[in-house]
Nanobody
């Protein structure tokens, strides 16, 4: 059974930090590029970041570049998103999903999401 379980979300003040995790099982994580995407209330899915299967290539949306850092631990089968200098506009449900989602949409697998709320 494929599982992607996000955690680490919560309520934080503007300027604060959070670290999201995505623990996966049931598929070849070490051979899969992974993306973080987010969805704010009433809005569509927004791609946030991508990391290649080995971790040597990373890409970020303009809105988060310089503030967010994606990483992965293939031994622990876990994907991470370190979010610093959070802004109110970062408020959304964050999901991990398989593949390069820079073109939009969902990958083959995705988690249930973790809520991030940034207060002013």
């Amino acid at each position: 059974e494929v599982q992607l379980v996000e955690s680490g979300g919560g309520l934080v003040q503007s300027g604060g930090s959070l670290r999201l995790s995505c623990a996966v099982s049931g598929f070849a994580f070490s051979k899969s590029g992974m993306s973080w995407v987010r969805q704010a209330p009433g809005k569509g899915i927004e791609w946030v970041s991508f990391i290649s299967y080995g971790g040597w290539d990373t890409y970020y949306a303009d809105s988060v570049r310089g503030r967010f850092t994606v990483s992965r631990d293939n031994v622990k089968k876990t994907l991470y998103l370190q979010m610093n200098s959070l802004k109110t506009e970062d408020t959304a449900t964050y999901y991990c999903t398989t593949g390069d989602r820079r073109g939009g949409g969902w990958g083959t697998y995705r988690g249930q999401g973790t809520q991030v709320t940034v207060s002013s």
